[in-house]
């Protein structure tokens, strides 16, 4: 298929007016062939991507997070990001980054995270404002019941959590955001969630929310990586039912001792 094609293609799937305004998604790296049959799908550009994609002489990436974060200049002064920028010019291998505006999408990140949790109305809070997605649960169970649950649906050895001071006991609605969203936990509280969960979280952000009354449960960042690679290996067969796709998973560097 035709490179510009594809991702033109890809486009209209996750349109750029649902990106962050500060976001960088799009190309990095070399130009691209006029055509393609294989691409490498990963949630970062890093080189286990890049190593695969060498492997199996492919010349796009398509990846969650983009390389150059927040732009070139900064992000080049960081030896490992201009180790792989670098690798990418030299082997004439291209990546394209679908950040924020897979997060958004009613076929992104949030919304396929609350349809593995099996909840029913998920929406977003606010489309043009927030990142918060809600959902709610058919019947309504105990805090350390739905910790249980959300354990097991997500095949996690361990669930990090904290109860919100004088917080709810019981779950109906659940407010999340993967990644990085817990500075976004007002909105959980504006639209009545019985427990918000997100990642990254800070620790004053976790005082707020506990003295708020806001059940937290924190789900790493890497966890994104299940989501973003499962549904874009949908996408792109949508896109050419011929396409090759290597998907490229990287290493947890997390352990619990």
């Known amino acids: 298929m035709k490179s510009r094609t594809f991702l033109s293609l890809l486009g209209r799937k996750y349109p750029k007016r649902l990106t962050f305004i500060k976001d960088r998604l799009g190309l990095c790296g070399a130009k691209l062939p006029t055509e393609i049959d294989k691409v490498v799908i990963s949630l970062d550009c890093d080189e286990e991507a890049i190593n695969l994609a060498l492997s199996n002489n492919v010349k796009l990436i398509i990846s969650h997070h983009p390389l150059l974060y927040p732009n070139k200049r900064i992000a080049l002064k960081e030896p490992m990001i201009k180790k792989i920028y670098d690798k990418l010019i ?63 649906k997500l095949g996690l050895d361990y669930v990090l959590y904290q109860d919100g001071k004088n917080g709810a006991s019981t779950i109906k609605k659940v407010g999340f955001i993967l990644g990085s969203g817990t500075s976004e936990y007002m909105d959980a ?59 490229s998973y990287s290493q947890k560097h997390h352990k619990l001792f």
């Open 90 to 152: 030299e082997n004439d291998l291209s990546c394209y980054s679908i950040h924020t505006n897979f997060d958004l999408s009613s076929n992104g990140m949030n919304a396929n995270f609350g349809k593995m949790l099996g909840l029913i109305n998920i929406k977003p809070f606010n489309p043009t404002q927030s990142f918060l997605y809600t959902g709610e649960l058919e019947k309504e169970m105990e805090f350390n019941d739905f910790i249980n649950m959300f354990k097991e």
């Open 189 to 247: 509280l504006i639209s009545n969630c019985d427990v918000f969960i997100s990642g990254d979280s800070k620790h004053h952000i976790r005082r707020y929310m506990y003295h708020q009354g806001l059940n937290f449960i924190e789900l790493m960042h890497e966890y994104e990586q299940e989501i973003f690679i499962s549904v874009m290996n949908d996408v792109v067969k949508d896109i050419d039912s011929n396409m090759q796709i290597l998907l």
